[in-house]
């Protein structure tokens, strides 16, 4: 072990030394034998260090630059900080044995941290799938401005009992690529996988960036409380972020461009699957080989402020629009977005798909669907029909090129706006040249006078319906304004029956 002045010697600058002042013992692993020079088994050194750590009640232990191999795992205790140089202090495996964690492991500790360390899994001596690091029934761990890269397998799996577990400005590159980028054999870069809902909670991916990766770069089974803020992915084989079975979910700001050859044909931007309270807003979804944002299967979601651009690049895929809401997912709002194609030839084909299996959906305020290959709303998604949308409730301004989907539409130019309300069921409402129409008849015209609604004798409405008003075009006085009483139909003039 060292005092902090032997650490400045060794590395340590600026705010990272005051970052460690208030700390007495740091432990640095040259001290304790490791070479860092990328050849020499440095796993023995590591381990001592970190055991000192421990027996002291915890501690930073410092790797200076340099890269350290390893011929085995290290097992982090609680109460730990492995702490490198940024982007210098590399961990390399060097091993090859065939089970399933590579680097390090993290079971049953708590209050563990990763911080400025590249971890490499040197995936070019590796014959088969490895994982870089996992956890286990563990808390409170963090891992802070790491890098990880070359890893055939996962580079962080998250098992059984996660919690808490902070993931904030890494990188992940060229991860879970083995053997083929895709689901053909690709892995996620982050996988939080919980067989039992309640017991993974509390984890956070912010700040992040995903490039390369062979499946879902951030996938979460049956978590709760999960949130993927600020990241940024690129060249993705699957979905960047991927929920499954998961409850109360935050996903905002985040940007990513999915796909690319072998991508899964699944391979959406943001996919929810049988997730339930989920929060997507303020996303851009660009260039996916599928969707932009797809909800599938679940109950009680708003997708809000997002921007999806020039989707569905994967000729193969097989979900179609900027947003898709499908698999019978129930209670969905969507608003404030933006879903168009700006690219010749376009490739996404629908702004928005609303599949018809689907209850309690409510397309909301200030949606932009315009712009796309064939047309701005649909019901036809895979594996789906053309049915009429029984359960979709549109309630308010989305900005459109037309069509004939229900809803309020601003159409025409900026010079001549007509504004069409179409309610479900019934013939269009238009407000158009300053007139207020009805399935294409005024009702107020443009010198805002009611215009009645004329019918002969032989073909008078129902008059049970009391203060109804109709013009009647031969009567037996001559055309006149009626009105109804609940029982007949009355002129204006005399209060006499029709006749």
Aim: aromatic fraction near 8%.
């Amino acid at each position: 072990m060292a005092k902090l002045d032997t650490y400045e010697r060794s590395g340590f600058v600026g705010s990272e030394v005051r970052r460690l002042a208030g700390v007495d013992w740091v432990y640095n692993v040259l001290t304790y034998g490791a070479v860092g020079d990328g050849a020499t088994n440095d796993l023995a050194a590591i381990n001592a260090a970190m055991a000192a750590a421990s027996a002291a009640g915890g501690g930073v232990v410092y790797f200076p630059e340099g890269t350290y191999a390893i011929d085995g795992l290290i097992t982090a205790p609680s109460g730990v900080e492995l702490r490198g140089v940024r982007a210098k202090s590399v961990i390399k495996t060097i091993w090859t044995s065939s089970v399933s964690v590579q680097l390090i492991a993290c079971t049953n500790v708590t209050n563990v941290s990763f911080v400025d360390l590249v971890f490499d899994g040197n995936q070019s001596i590796l014959s088969n799938f490895l994982n870089c690091v996992q956890l286990f029934n563990s808390q409170n761990i963090a891992f802070h401005r790491c890098r990880f890269q070359t890893m055939k397998g996962i580079a962080l799996l998250a098992s059984t009992n996660t919690q808490s577990l902070r993931v904030t400005h890494c990188e992940f590159v060229n991860c879970g690529v083995y053997p083929t980028f895709g689901p053909g054999g690709g892995r996620q870069a982050i996988a939080f996988s919980e067989t039992v809902a309640a017991n993974s909670y509390d984890n956070v991916v912010a700040n992040c960036t995903f490039n390369n990766i062979g499946l879902d770069a951030v996938s979460a089974s049956r978590q709760q409380r999960f949130v993927a803020v600020g990241n940024q992915f690129t060249q993705i084989g699957g979905a960047a972020l991927y929920l499954s079975g998961t409850q109360y979910a935050v996903l905002t700001a985040n940007v990513a461009r999915t796909g690319g050859t072998g991508a899964s044909p699944y391979a959406n931007g943001i996919d929810c699957f049988q997730a339930s309270h989920v929060s997507v807003t303020g996303n851009v979804m660009y260039e996916c080989g599928g969707a932009g944002i797809g909800i599938f299967g679940c109950n009680g979601a708003v997708v809000a402020g997002n921007y999806c651009v020039n989707n569905n690049q994967d000729a193969a895929s097989v979900h179609r629009g900027g947003i898709v809401v499908n698999t019978a997912s129930s209670n969905v709002v969507v608003e404030g977005n933006v879903c168009t194609d700006t690219q010749s030839p376009k490739t996404q084909q629908y702004g928005l798909v609303v599949d018809p299996t689907c209850t309690n959906i409510t397309v909301g305020i200030g949606n932009m669907f315009q712009g796309n290959l064939d047309g701005d709303i649909s019901s036809t998604d895979y594996a789906s029909n053309s049915a009429t949308e029984t359960a979709v409730t549109y309630v308010s301004p989305y900005y459109s090129t037309g069509g004939v989907t229900p809803g309020i539409e601003a159409r025409g130019t900026a010079a001549d706006i007509d504004v069409q309300l179409k309610p479900k069921g019934a013939g269009a409402v238009d407000i158009a040249n300053g007139a207020l129409e009805m399935a294409g008849t005024a009702v107020i015209n443009s010198s805002r006078h009611p215009v009645l609604r004329s019918y002969a004798k032989a073909s008078l409405p129902s008059a049970t319906v009391a203060a109804q008003f109709i013009y009647v075009t031969d009567d037996a006085g001559g055309a006149t304004p009626a009105f109804s009483d609940g029982t007949n139909w009355r002129r204006v003039a005399d209060r006499a029956v029709i006749s």
